[in-house]
Structures are given as C-alpha cells and as structure tokens.
C-alpha cells in the first residue's frame, strides 16, 4: 500500500488549496479514505472521511463548509478541496486508509496559512 500526498504550500488567510492523495497497491475503490492534520504541538485530528462509493462523506466541525473531499476511482486518487483558509488550518495533512484494521498513512504535506 502506498499513499503520496500533494498539493501543498503557502497560502493567504481566504485562500485555496486543493491537496491529492494518489493511492497503490490496493483496490482503491473498495476502501474509504480519510485526511487527517497534525498542527504543532497538537493531536493528529480526522478532518475528512470519504466512503468507498463516494456516497457518503463526513467533516471535522472545523471545517465544514469549507473543505469537501471527493475521489476519482479511476485515478486511485482522493482529493481535499480547502476554501477560506484560516491560519488555524495550518498543519501537515495526512492521506490515510484501513485495510483489514490496519491503518495506512502517506507522509504528509504540509499547508500554511498565514499573511
């Protein structure tokens, strides 16, 4: 299994970022995939779930609204569109899945926002 996230960078306070996770060594269509963000200091957090049919998404309280995740099956990818960016967004953001109860994570990219 292998997860690489991109997308990325610096961003201005209201600005957009939209992060890529491209997934292999699975069938990428029978698993939900989930991003999560660790800030400095804090937790690692979920802040967005997507399930295997893309029919059901759920999002951290702090984001909704804002952020909507979404997934192309045919291009084993899952994306994390992020809108009106606050600096408490800052974080590094994490591509995961569960395969059999085991978790997966990419390496993490990270996202600034800040003037």
């Known amino acids: 299994v292998r997860l690489v996230e991109s997308g990325g960078g610096l961003v201005q306070p209201g600005g957009s970022l939209r992060l890529s996770c491209a997934a292999s060594?699975?069938?990428?269509?029978?698993?939900?995939m989930n991003w999560y963000r660790q800030a400095p200091g804090k937790e690692r957090e979920l802040v967005a779930r997507i399930m295997s049919g893309a029919s059901s998404t759920n999002y951290a309280d702090s984001v909704k609204g804002r952020f909507t995740i979404s997934r192309d099956n045919a291009k084993n990818t899952v994306y994390l569109q992020m809108n009106s960016l606050k600096p408490e967004d800052t974080a590094v953001y994490y591509c995961?899945?569960?395969?059999?109860?085991?978790?997966?994570w990419g390496q993490g990219t990270q996202v600034t926002v800040s003037s």
């Open positions: 060594g699975f069938t990428f269509s029978s698993y939900g």
């Open positions: 995961n899945t569960m395969i059999f109860s085991i978790g997966y």
